[in-house]
């Protein structure tokens, strides 16, 4: 809150817009470090439901010893909800933007939020892959434009990755910064590019990983524990590709290829039938893996047995 207070005085109110998995991710964390959070949902189920999860999620911090019963109350106190972006960013200090991965949605909201929230508001997007410099020109405020991307689950995920689009001021990268680390979070800022820093590393090895297998030179069990074992990683990359979405890796993919019009990040053949397929992993029940509610162990899928 030290930010709020030096930066912009007594306003400690937080927008956030979306209320899907990565929105009520983040309004638990703000609402939680003693933030207003006025969380922004078109769908009035989402936003029920979100206010649900937080609540059980919170749960499971108590039953950790992270969180006490007093604690979940304030916070759940600290949290409002609302259909429409004119009435919930009147009094925001900060508008985080989590809503669906799609540019024109996202144009269109900055717009909104350019016209109804305080000149002085800071207007950051939780984008996986949407050029920050695209989404700061929708408005009439580019300097105050910012990335702020939470990892996923966000109460758990200690990373804040900060983008800076070509326009965004200085001064409020320091704030975003100071802000994030009050929220108990580590930042580390990077520059405009497509899939910034996490996803043009990661996606990489996630489409390598995906190829090896097109190619049969391992299979999915030895792929994932070679890179589970081997390099430390606590899930293996194919197993990860299922938990992220396929249809979403092979977005970010497209939007890498795209970006920098470099073949190296082509998306393997095999990735593009199986999101044609409606196989995306952990949300439709398949991908290099099956989920059955409940199971508890991994089962490769039959198609690559
Ligand atoms: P999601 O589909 O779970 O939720 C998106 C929400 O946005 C939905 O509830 C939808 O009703 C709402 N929405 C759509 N249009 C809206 C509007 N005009 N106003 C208000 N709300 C609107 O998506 P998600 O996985 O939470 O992703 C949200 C953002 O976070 C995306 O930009 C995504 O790239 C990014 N992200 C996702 C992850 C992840 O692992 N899921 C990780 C990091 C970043």
């Known amino acids: 809150m030290k930010l709020f207070q030096t930066a912009y005085m007594e306003n400690k109110n937080v927008s956030v817009i979306g209320a899907g998995t990565m929105g009520n991710g983040i309004a638990h964390v ?9 969380l922004i949902d078109v769908n009035t189920n989402q936003l029920e439901k979100a206010v649900q999860t937080i609540g059980k999620n919170m749960d499971r911090q108590i039953a950790k010893g992270g969180l006490t019963e007093v604690g979940k109350l304030e916070a759940l106190n600290n949290l409002r909800t609302f259909t429409t972006i004119a009435e919930g960013v009147q009094n925001a200090g900060l508008v985080v933007e989590a809503a669906t991965e799609n540019e024109a949605l996202k144009l269109k909201i900055f717009q909104q939020l350019d016209e109804h929230a305080p000149k002085e508001s800071i207007l950051a997007s939780n984008t996986s892959s949407i050029s920050i410099t695209k989404i700061a020109a929708a408005t009439k405020r580019p300097g ?37 680390k009050e929220l108990g979070k580590i930042p580390c800022v ?28 391992a299979n999915v069990a030895s792929i994932d524990t070679i890179m589970k074992l081997g390099m430390a990683h606590p899930m293996g990359p194919l197993q990860l590709a299922d ?63």
Not at 30 to 38: D, I, L, M, P, R
Not at 150 to 174: R, W
Not at 195 to 207: D, Y
Request: hydrophobic letters at 45%; a positive charge; one cysteine or more.
């Open 144 to 180: 105050m434009v910012i990335g702020m991307h939470f990892m996923n689950p966000v109460p758990v995920m200690k990373l804040v990755e900060i983008i800076n689009g070509y326009a965004t001021d200085q001064k409020v990268t320091d704030k975003i910064i100071a802000l994030s």
């Open 243 to 305: 938990f992220i979405g396929l249809d979403v890796c092979l977005s970010i993919l497209n939007v890498l290829y795209q970006g920098f019009g470099n073949p190296k990040y082509a998306a393997c053949p095999l990735l593009v039938n199986m999101v044609m397929a409606g196989k995306l992993g952990v949300k439709s029940g398949e991908g290099f893996y099956v989920y059955t509610p409940g199971a508890k162990e991994l089962i490769v899928s039959n198609r690559f047995k």
């Open 30 to 38: 703000f609402a939680q470090s003693g933030f207003k959070v006025n």
């Open 190 to 217: 990077v520059n405009d590019y497509p899939g910034f820093i996490a996803n043009k590393i990661l996606m990489p090895m996630i489409n390598e990983a995906i190829y090896s297998l097109h190619e049969g030179i």
